[in-house]
């Protein structure tokens, strides 16, 4: 099967023979002629789409964070997209998180630390206490994003050959706006010496003032799938990642040695930003489209 | 004329059954300017009875392909379109010296059959759900087609080596004094079927054609794991042991060609894993094997992303019905 790009490149190169041979004045465009009733036609025609031209609303949006490390979380937004073209298009989505930390999932691991943890005196600022662990650990409240979409495959797809939908695959990249509740920065770690956990210690870990929020730039990049059952109605499959540093456990992690060099001092007895680790937080959507307004146009 | 001689020469059917309409393209002479003849002639013999055979030449398979990058064309629209152009007087225009041709056919054929074939597919798997430990591996794939979307296959993971331990771990150990028991593989091998439900194609800026498919898998197989020892470690080493193990996955395969594609998987491997036991025994016990696992195993799932290469053998395949 000849592509056509091979095509077009033979027409060109055998033009370009013939220029060379032939005297200019008798050059023609027929010399060469390809016949057929596909010749120079495009590779689709009558291109249904769904997306030029259009508001492509995805509401609810509803997804899962995964390889959590201690807390969960379920992510329920909505997003719209304007698309310029049937390809390109910018968005925006926004999601709250286990309804704003209206509950809590916690992970095995979590589970296991509120039960088989061990606060000694060498960790006491960073567990002041095991069954209070779940306190202290890092939750997302919420997410919102501006983006570019970029879909670059469009088609169909038939399911157990009997039925058949539209489909396109496709990209994003853009900034995410990652709101946290972490455990608040502990200026004075002396509230947790001794060798028992004193109110004041308690406090840090489960106390009114034990919490902050924090927003966290972050980039955000996914794919998906979009499969409209309709002009108007759609499904959205996604994958999103935005990745930020946060203190997932609310930890003393960071200390530095002499010489300044990271991790050889610890603990150094403060809980702050410092203590924040790389996160590569991703997640899976599950999205309705509906499509405004919704009768599509289609390509000639 | 001309035009009918070099149909003939070529080939392309005037003898048609009965109702058979045969329309040829053929090229048009060099000295009426560029005009096309259209035959539709029809005769009457073996009785194809009802079909109708649309002949657009000779040429290449270039647009009846399978590859469906043309299917989706308005033919009438294409004949009405064509004509103005080869209604063109253009006298003086010198004779063509090269032409290339196109069929077109109402029914595409699958563009990559499957059956009796054979696919190898090598591919790396990464870790999806496991924070402690990512199981990388390397894995390569056999399975014989048997129909067009059922296969029975097989597949090799190789993990020694590859894996790689997080530091949440460490953290953990240190901030809360908690082991977490992890374990390590060696290999996983696996017996599956894969079904194909799902089955479509993509265009690409309205230029480029990829046939795809969605496919689901799942079987049982056997995987050599052992604990890895945190708890304990200066007393504690295990062996690799086999488990049974079970597994799921759904994928995306995009082919490049007809032998070749892309694939992505998602495929959870699921077994019952021994693991380390989080009590030290004291004294001499502490050094009793029996004393270094769990009582009862603890269900594991490491589910996996596949990304790797699809190659069907033999390259090449045969239809079986003709266009």
Not at chain 1, 93 to 108: L, P, R, V
Not at chain 2, 26 to 53: C, K, N, P, T, Y
Not at chain 2, 233 to 251: C, H, K, M, S
């Amino acid at each position: 099967m000849m592509s056509k790009i091979t095509q077009s490149v033979l027409v060109a190169a055998l033009a370009a023979s013939v220029a060379w041979v032939v005297p200019t004045s008798s050059v023609s465009a027929q010399d060469i002629q390809i016949t057929g009733p596909l010749a120079g036609a495009p590779a689709v025609r009558r291109l249904r789409q769904h997306r030029v031209g259009r508001v492509q609303l995805v509401v609810p949006t509803v997804g899962f964070t995964l390889q959590d490390e201690f807390s969960r979380s379920m992510i329920v937004g909505l997003g719209a997209h304007v698309h310029f073209t049937d390809f390109l298009g910018v968005g925006i989505w926004g999601g709250a998180a286990n309804f704003a930390n209206a509950f809590q999932i916690n992970t095995d691991l979590t589970s296991q630390v509120m039960v088989n943890g061990q606060t000694t005196d060498r960790n006491r600022l960073s567990m002041p206490s095991n069954e209070g662990f779940d306190d202290q650990v890092g939750r997302l409240l919420g997410l919102a994003s501006a983006h570019l979409i970029f879909a670059p495959l469009r088609g169909k797809l038939a399911l157990f050959q009997g039925a058949f939908v539209d489909t396109d695959f496709w990209i994003l990249a853009g900034f995410a706006a990652a709101f946290v509740e972490e455990r608040a920065d502990v200026g004075d770690g002396s509230v947790c010496a001794g060798t028992t956990s004193s109110a004041a210690c308690l406090a840090t870990q489960s106390g009114a003032d034990a919490r902050q929020v924090r927003f966290a730039p972050a980039p955000m990049i996914g794919v998906g799938l979009n499969l409209y059952f309709n002009e108007f109605l759609g499904l959205s499959l996604q994958w999103r990642a935005f990745p930020f540093d946060m203190n997932s456990a609310g930890t003393d992690e960071s200390g530095r040695d002499a010489n300044g060099n990271p991790g050889a001092g610890f603990p150094d007895g403060v809980i702050d930003s410092q203590d924040q680790r790389f996160y590569f937080n991703h997640m899976m959507n599950i999205g309705l489209i509906i499509n405004l307004p919704p009768e599509m146009e289609v390509s000639d | 004329m001309l035009a009918m001689t070099i149909g003939l020469v070529l080939g392309t059917g005037t003898v048609a059954a009965a109702q058979d309409a045969d329309m040829d393209f053929g090229a048009g002479g060099d000295e009426g300017g560029g005009d096309a003849d259209m035959d539709f002639g029809a005769g009457g013999d073996e009785g194809g009875g009802g079909d109708a055979d649309m002949d657009f030449g000779d040429g290449g398979d270039t647009g009846g392909d399978a590859g469906g990058d043309d299917g989706g064309g308005d033919i009438i629209g294409d004949l009405a379109g064509a004509e103005p152009e080869i209604d063109d007087p253009g006298g003086d225009r010198p004779a063509r010296t090269s032409e290339a041709r196109e069929e077109i056919f109402a029914v595409q054929q699958i563009y990559a059959l499957r059956i009796n074939r054979v696919e190898l597919t090598p591919s790396a798997a990464f870790s999806l759900n496991d924070p402690f430990v990512s199981h990388n591996a390397l894995s390569l794939g056999l399975n014989y087609w048997w129909t067009n979307v059922l296969a029975i296959g097989v597949n090799f993971l190789w993990y020694e080596g590859l894996e790689q331990e997080s530091d949440l771990n460490f953290f953990t150990r240190r901030s809360t004094r908690l082991a977490v028991p992890v374990s390590a593989y060696q290999f996983g091998a696996h017996l599956g079927f894969t079904y194909v439900p799902i089955y479509g194609k993509f265009s690409m800026f309205n230029e480029f054609i990829f046939q795809w498919d969605s496919y689901i898998v799942g079987g049982v197989g056997i995987m050599r794991t052992r604990p890895v020892p945190v708890v304990d470690p200066e007393v504690r080493n295990f062996d690799y042991d086999i488990r049974v193990a079970f597994n799921l996955g759904i994928g995306l395969r995009v082919f490049v060609s007809r032998w070749l594609a892309v694939f992505g998987e998602i495929r959870n491997y699921m077994y019952l894993e021994q693991l380390e036991a989080l009590d030290v025994a004291l004294g001499d016990d502490r050094f009793q094997q029996d004393t270094w696992t769990q009582d009862s195993p603890a269900f594991t799932s490491n589910v996996s992303v596949h990304l790797g290469l699809t190659i069907f053998l033999p390259i090449d395949f045969e239809y079986n019905l003709p266009r």
